[in-house]
């Protein structure tokens, strides 16, 4: 069974900084790309973050040089570093991996940033 599971979100001040992470299990997670997205309330879905099965990395304008998005294929988990954070930043954040035809998705994790 094929499971993603996203973690670390939570309530934090502008300019703070979080760590999320998705935690695969059940897939070949070092041939999979894998995408953050967020959606906003009342906004559509965008993606903020792709890594490659390679290693090479992919960032929304919006979050260029504040977040870092990186893989640990020994432990099966992506990371998203969020630093800088905004109240746009506030949205529901997930993880998909993707491989060919094969894709698979979390059930999200809130940020919230305010003071």
């Known amino acids: 069974q094929v499971q993603l599971v996203e973690s670390g979100g939570g309530l934090v001040q502008p300019g703070g900084s979080l760590r999320l992470s998705c935690a695969t299990s059940?897939?070949?997670?070092?041939?999979?790309?894998v995408n953050w997205y967020r959606q906003a309330s009342g906004k559509q879905r965008e993606s903020v973050a792709t890594i490659t099965s390679g290693g090479n990395t992919n960032y929304a304008d919006s979050v260029k040089d504040r977040f870092t998005i990186s893989r640990d294929n020994a432990r099966n988990t992506v990371y998203l570093q969020m630093n800088s954070l905004k109240p746009e930043d506030t949205a529901v954040y997930s993880c998909?991996?993707?491989?060919?035809?094969?894709?698979?998705w979390g059930q999200g994790t809130q940020v919230t940033v305010s003071s």
């Open positions: 998909n991996a993707h491989w060919f035809t094969r894709n698979y």
């Open positions: 059940g897939i070949t997670f070092n041939t999979y790309t």
